[in-house]
């Protein structure tokens, strides 16, 4: 098993500019998360997923949208990115507990 | 509103005994984790505990108690390696995991 993988590890983008983070696992796990986590401080909740077709809000959902169409997939779009959403994004998956990818650091120029 | 408190730092010698505390306030309580961060890393599982008491595997414990809404980490005969973060999560009853700000763990030789 992979696990959970994401793409892409770096990106850069403009003010602006639109993006996806994508995220795979192959463990068959309902229950998928994105957390965002900033330079020294805890991770915080973007949107979860409970199974293919239901998406929730968590703590900070502002300027991000998800899908899950398949029990697999769970993609984190950013629409018009700013500089405030500059960090290291997380997807994770479980049964309990969550087993984390490698994340993807962004930056927002 | 959902809230976890850890020490924000840490500081012990290499062979001795640290415990890194977590209070909780959530809406709903399923369980316990605690999670190690190295620096430019993923979270990565340490231990989980649903029910009162002490789990332990190999170097680390947890604890919880749910009385008093509260658990422990507890690492022993501490190596360079531990140098890290930790951070406590707690699953509610909306099936999310929030996760505490962190607690720096530095490991002197």
């Known amino acids: 098993n992979a696990g959970v993988t994401q793409t892409p590890k770096f990106r850069i983008l403009k003010i602006g500019q639109s993006m996806t983070l994508q995220c795979t696992q192959d463990?068959?796990?309902?229950?998928m998360y994105w957390y965002r986590q900033d330079p020294g401080m805890g991770l915080k909740l973007i949107y979860y997923s409970v199974g293919a077709g239901i998406t929730d809000k968590g703590e900070v959902p502002n300027g991000y949208n998800v899908s899950r169409s398949t029990t697999e997939d769970f993609p984190l779009r950013l629409e018009l990115a700013a500089p405030s959403q500059t960090s290291v994004y997380f997807c994770?998956?479980?049964?309990?507990?969550?087993?984390f990818g490698s994340g993807t650091r962004l930056t927002v120029v | 509103g959902q809230s976890l408190e850890q020490p924000s730092e840490v500081t012990a010698v290499e062979g001795a005994i640290v415990q890194i505390n977590c209070t909780y306030q959530t809406s709903g309580f399923y369980g316990l984790s605690w999670y190690q961060q190295h620096d430019g890393g993923a979270p990565t599982f340490l231990s989980y505990n649903a029910l009162d008491g002490l789990e332990e595997t190999g170097r680390f414990s947890s604890f919880l108690s749910r009385s008093d809404s509260y658990g422990y980490l507890l690492l022993q005969e501490l190596q360079m390696k531990d140098s890290a973060s930790y951070f406590c999560a707690v699953r509610d009853e909306g099936q999310n995991f929030v996760f505490g700000p962190g607690t720096r763990l530095s490991v002197l030789p």
């Open positions: 994770a998956s479980s049964p309990v507990p969550p087993d």
């Open positions: 463990m068959n796990h309902n229950y």
